[in-house]
């Protein structure tokens, strides 16, 4: 009788221990079909069941088989401990639960219509096992590129900066979504250049922009900035960066670097030329590249006019007045014309006195 009871004791047991799991292992669920526009995100719904009587750890989490350019997400990316989850219901008991995986894929605004497969693997890291498992799902891109979610516009800079002098930047931050949209900025600058804030945090209105400033100090080195735009979607923080001008520090447009920008003149270089009526004829081109050079650099343009003058002024006076002397000639030349003079009257007076005595003695 005793055996008897034992030997029902454990048929019963056995019965009730229901399925039996492994020790190890995992499975993906994920929808079967998902589409995305060109241009556009999309989040996957997934998650992850444990069907080990043990947990996995360190558990790696990729997506892949879309083409280049194609940007995917997994999130979480890693499970540092996956473990089996229950929950209980009426109608069916105490069942297991998935934990939650998602996937965010994000299409280039020039993908290829069609349809691709993305690969969903997780990969055990920790124990010898290494066990793993896979599921795929498909993804069909059609239709056109909607508008980007968040865009930065309407960058503007000052016409000149210079080294150590702080500047201002402005820019605008539309969000083309129906709903608000927080958003985190920052700048990067080139090595050495300072900036603030820091960081701009603020709410950009559904379906409007909002306007946000920046004081950036440069160094002597030039060089151009970027704003970058972090902003969250589904519990992922994404980001678009813009790239600004470049900047040459201590040069203004048409002003050559280190000189002063002087001030317009109206009408200075408004020359019209006249018509030659004879020879060969003039270069338009020519004269418009000169008149563009001049407008572009009235700086340079004055020193060669100058120089030039210069040039003509002596040329002029070196060939055109062959007998101009020094001041010392030209008072020892009056000089000896004095005693010439001198010298012609003292010869008139002989002359004169001679003749009267020849005078005076006919008459005796």
Do not use: C
């Not at 589409?35 to 997506?63: C, R």
């Not at 020094?326 to 003079?341: C, D, F, H, I, T």
């Amino acid at each position: 009788m005793v055996f008897a009871a034992i030997s029902i004791s454990l048929s019963s047991f056995v019965f009730s221990a229901g399925p039996r799991h492994p020790f190890h292992g995992f499975v993906i669920h994920m929808p079967d079909l998902v589409e995305v526009a060109p241009g556009g995100q999309i989040l996957v719904d997934g998650g992850v069941t444990n069907i080990g009587v043990f947990g996995s750890h360190e558990v790696k989490v990729t997506a892949s088989g879309l083409p280049e350019g194609y940007n995917v997400t997994s999130v979480p990316d890693y499970f540092q401990d996956l473990f089996t989850l229950r929950e209980w219901s009426p109608e069916t008991g105490v069942v297991r639960i998935p934990v939650n995986l998602s996937i965010i894929i994000a299409a280039p605004s020039d993908a290829v219509p069609g349809v691709y497969t993305v690969n969903v693997t997780l990969q055990e890291m920790q124990s010898w096992r290494q066990v793993a498992n896979s599921t795929v799902f498909i993804l069909r891109v059609s239709g056109e590129a909607p508008a980007p979610q968040i865009v930065v516009t309407n960058i503007k800079v000052p016409d000149r900066v210079d080294e150590n002098v702080p500047f201002n930047i402005s820019f605008e931050v539309e969000n083309n979504q129906a709903t608000n949209q927080s958003v985190d900025l920052t700048v990067v600058t080139p090595e050495g250049w300072t900036f603030e804030p820091a960081v701009a945090s603020d709410v950009v209105p559904g379906n409007s922009s909002k306007q946000f400033y920046f004081s950036i100090t440069p160094t002597n080195e030039s060089g151009s900035f970027s704003i970058v735009v972090n902003y969250p979607f589904h519990g992922v923080v994404l980001n678009i960066t813009k790239s600004g001008p470049f900047l040459t520090i201590g040069e203004e447009e048409g002003i050559l670097p280190g000189l002063p920008s002087l001030p317009e003149i109206s009408g200075l270089l408004n020359i019209s030329l006249p018509a030659f009526p004879t020879g060969a004829p003039v270069s338009g081109s020519a004269v418009e590249q000169a008149l563009s050079f001049a407008s572009a650099n009235p700086l340079l343009t004055v020193v060669i006019v100058v120089v030039i003058a210069i040039l003509i002024y002596y040329f002029y006076t070196s060939y055109s007045m062959p007998g101009r002397r020094k001041p010392e000639e030209m008072s020892k030349q009056v000089e000896l014309a004095g005693e010439r003079k001198s010298e012609l009257e003292h010869v008139k007076n002989k002359t004169v006195n001679t003749s009267d005595e020849s005078t005076t003695i006919s008459s005796a």
